[in-house]
């Protein structure tokens, strides 16, 4: 699939110019460029970035995997900055708050959803941080032009889609939480493990989005029941608070935890049989939910689903009154997930790494105020 | 596949006989015969039978296609009966009342659905009103033999697993109730459809159970949208109280209900494709619950579930409480299937009708009274 590409017009009045990290055409490499971000007016919080997390989402939008992206393309969806200046009309932050930003920037206000705040689920459409029209009339600056992302030294946005950060945050390990985390709290929340009665939670693959998996299932009270191919990860998975094992290649591990999830998230997002893994929910209730974003449809049988009411399901990142309990959630308990740090020179590199599979399972972060010291790879 | 074919043995003194109709070995035809009944000490109800609703069921349990079959077999399991004699320790029912029987007479009561009132998911296993082991303790009589359903005189069931009839309920057609009514009554009511919210509830095809859910649905206040192939369902569908008709074959009637659906029961048995009716789900919360037995796995796109948060799960039966539930509503409402009456002697040539598509979607039910007073096919 191709991209395609749009001159970037001049700023308007109502815009400034800030550095940028971006593909400028389809096809191209990462290359440092100017973008043009509103003014802080109105409802719009102004803060310079300090981290910008690296989502494998980033490379899917900029390499066409998820149809013609638009070019000059900026990703990064996991921003976390700091307020330099707030709109007239901005009630929740002030000069000076650490804030954060995830995946979407704007949305109806006005649906179902989002009245229930799902904002995620739209009925007309998210805007994206990154790749995504202005159609909400939220987002400000030049609504002709795509919205660009976190990769950059500055942005102004709407205070309703701006995620507060308390005190005591581990700011560098805060920013992937925009994205990582909220995947893994939102159906947590929206099937019931985050209430009072404990919940035997599953938890497939053990990588990034799986150990952020872990650490909050168990915060939140729950039994965790690991789940991975073989049995690499046993110990990494008990050390994140795991309570019990299963590798598929291990008959025994399997029988012991059959019939023990109420809810299990599949965060594997290569080809794989879902079908071994739904013997491990528990039945009348068991609900499979699937994050992982596989492309070819996976075979289910209905006789199954109805003999035990099983539920197949999937969830998609989170909505923002949820991003702030689990962005509070995370910080109070000290829950993040392992990083390494990097410049804004480094991103294709990162995601060269990235689409070779990531085997270390850990979260990219830019770190933007270095990157902008380094006056080589910053736009003239 | 085979079935297992067994000698019955003696009635024990705990025992009586009674007549019914059944399938004395794996391949033959119904005979009438003599089965042995527990006799109605401690908790058992013992009633005459009235009416016996036949199932698609019955003849998939009969013909093996479920798996091996015990033999004989007596079909049967949707009971409507007239209590005769109550054991000592009953405290729920008395001599006179009319009393049903559904899809099973037994659970082990002490797992976590079973407390919660999911008799049929029970973890230890549901003891089936016909072809089950008794294992639970509360079916009485021979423990060593299988339980034999209600194309028979009379029973003796213990009294958690018998349902009251209230008083003006139209008997010939509630017996049908007890299997068809719950199957649509409880995933109504475990996904949210009794709610005082108002849903919008779709049901794919238009026969027996289908005509139940749109009028269930509509009793209990939501929008339904009645989903078949083509149009020639649309006057039937909207007759029992549809608001809108979606004919697979007309696009115009599918784009005006894209994204409207909270809930959408599929009672299609035949191999079909989900697919197509996924985009009638709202994003967000849409639930897809399967209910007709397919054999073959259906292909589903986990990025479908993930970006719009849908649900595929199944549902069988229901409860004791909802199935009550489900009665009361239904003899309240005056909400019933369309049945057509027929005798014991005509089980072989109605089995007949349903295995090739029973095309007026209608339920059979047996007059058990009728059919005793034909001497020529009571057992001698």
Redesign the interface.
Known sequence: MKGVNHELPAPLDSEYKTEAWGIPKDGEKHEPLWIARPKATGKLVNFETLYSGVCHSDLHTGLNHWGPCNFPFVGGHELLGKVVEVGSEVTKFKKGDIVGVGCFIDSCRGC??CE?G?EQ?C?KGMTGTYNSAKVHGRTGGNQATFTAGGYSASHSVHEDYVIKIPDGADLERTAPLMCAGITMYSPLN?WGATKEKKMTVGIIGIGGLGTMGIKLAKILNNDVIAISQDKSKEKLALGKGADKYVAMTDPASIEACV?QCDLILNTVSAKHDL?VYIPLL????G?LC??????E????????????????????IGGIKETQECIDLCVKNNIYPDIKMCEAKDISSVWENLENGNSEAIRFVIDVKKSLENKDHCPK
């Open positions: 179902e959803n229930e799902s689920y009925l929206y019939g079908n528990k039945k009348g209730k609900i699937q994050l992982g974003g596989v492309g449809p996976h075979p289910i049988s209905q006789v199954v689903l109805m003999f035990n009411r099983f539920s197949i399901v999937g969830s998609l």
